[in-house]
């Protein structure tokens, strides 16, 4: 709100939405990033920054540095926050979430300042680099023009650096931590075979069905050369994961490309990443239990693995609680925003809740009540709904049993 972070005349609420959208690395803009002063946008640098790390990451290290012991409850949240079964490794973890986060942007920021650096002056092409970076590595979404990188559409180079920040920001620092580790297939966790394989093979699908879905919409793709095709395809196929940058117009994609990005928006990135979504593993132990059960198999297996019960109930219990939110807030949203088409209500609250930041246009057309939701679901999406449950109900054990009883199912 301050003049010398926005020189425009913009409303308490839309400048919390900002900040909300920049913590929770979400991207979604009431204000164009483009009207804050230099300052402002750095501002919301250092708010994204601190969001895609996490604020669990540096209230541990605070807390530990201070010499401080967590007390149970705590513990229990950071374990939850931090995606470790080991009160011990919680530090370490938190350790290398900064040394990973600085290490990848400080190589992410050169490169991206070298590609821009044709386009424009070197200061401008630094700085561009530098808040491209900040955004891309934590999902963020957030661009310094309106029109967010379609102007780069047909960049390979800035379209490959950009996706690649995405990606790694996306797998989750314990899978980059472990490969850094044992650098060799045989020796990484099986959790990190899972993110690795899940993420090729979600990227390489949706990329083949962008290009095809997309290949003769003259309003996206149509009017491309090949090439220019395929980079926009792949870049489409990358950032619903969960970045939220564009280059090409989100509300001109076809039905079924616009279904294809909300599901991956639904999905999401890897656990203790910067992207949100239900997360990789939720998604993979889920098909995995389907696939078990259709088998009739007693136990979920993955990699000669066996996959513990109690991670397939948080599974089941994570998408049932982030369904709810969704039809929630899209019902909700239906009553405060009738005048706007269904789609883009949908699409608006997967991109919030997933803390994508595309969005077909409705952002901007929201009312104050509108507004207010979007912002809860971008909190909500960023904490993770789990943690919110825990928070709300923390868990208690109980030694009492019932006689089972058969419930129709199907």
Not at 76 to 95: M, N, P, Q, Y
Not at 253 to 268: E, I, K, N, P, R
Not at 270 to 276: D, E, V
């Amino acid at each position: 709100m301050l003049p010398i972070c926005n020189p425009t005349n913009i409303s308490w609420l839309e400048a919390a939405f900002t900040a909300t959208s920049a913590v929770t690395v979400t991207g979604l803009a009431v204000v164009d990033t483009a009207s804050f002063t230099r300052l402002g946008q750095v501002v919301i640098a250092i708010l994204i920054q601190l969001g895609g790390l996490g604020f669990m990451t540096f209230a541990v290290l605070a807390f530990f540095s201070l010499q401080r012991r967590l007390n149970m409850t705590s513990q229990i949240i950071a374990r939850e926050a931090l995606a470790e079964t080991s009160f011990g490794d919680i530090i370490s973890t938190a350790k290398s979430v900064i040394g990973i986060a600085l290490s990848v942007e400080i190589v992410g920021m050169i490169l991206l300042t070298l590609s821009f650096s044709p386009h424009m002056p070197w200061g401008e092409a630094l700085y561009h680099g530098f808040f491209y970076t900040i955004s891309a590595f934590n999902n963020a979404g957030f661009a310094l023009s309106s029109d967010s990188l379609t102007p780069y559409v047909g960049n390979q180079q800035i379209n490959l650096i950009i996706t690649a920040l995405i990606i790694i920001g996306g797998l989750g620092f314990l899978v980059i931590k472990d490969m850094l580790e044992h650098r060799s297939w045989h020796k990484i966790s099986v959790n990190t075979k899972l993110v690795l394989s899940a993420t090729v093979i979600i990227n390489l699908i949706a990329f083949a069905l962008f290009w095809l879905l997309e290949r003769h919409n003259p309003a996206t793709l149509g009017n491309l050369n090949l090439i220019d095709q395929a980079t926009a395809a792949w870049f489409q196929a990358i950032t619903p994961r969960t970045a939220g940058f564009n280059t090409i117009a989100i509300d001109q994609l076809t039905d079924a490309s616009t279904l294809l990005t909300m599901f991956l928006m639904f999905v999401g990135g890897g656990s203790l990443s910067t992207a949100s979504g239900i997360k990789l593993g939720t998604f993979a132990v889920l098909i995995l239990t389907t696939f078990s059960f259709l088998r009739q198999r007693d136990h979920v297996t993955v990699f000669e693995r066996s996959i513990p019960e109690r991670q397939v109930r948080k599974s089941l219990a994570l998408v049932s609680i982030t369904l709810m939110l969704i039809f929630l807030s899209v019902f909700i949203l239906s009553v405060i925003e009738a005048r706007h088409p269904l789609e883009d209500v949908l699409f608006e609250v997967v991109s919030a809740l997933s803390t994508v930041g595309l969005s077909r246009g409705l952002t901007g057309n929201l009312s104050d009540a509108g507004e207010a939701i979007i912002m809860f679901m971008m909190f909500a999406g960023r904490v993770g709904p789990l943690t919110l449950a825990y928070l709300i109900a923390m868990p208690k054990s109980t030694r009492i049993r019932y006689p089972e009883t058969n419930v129709l199912i199907g």
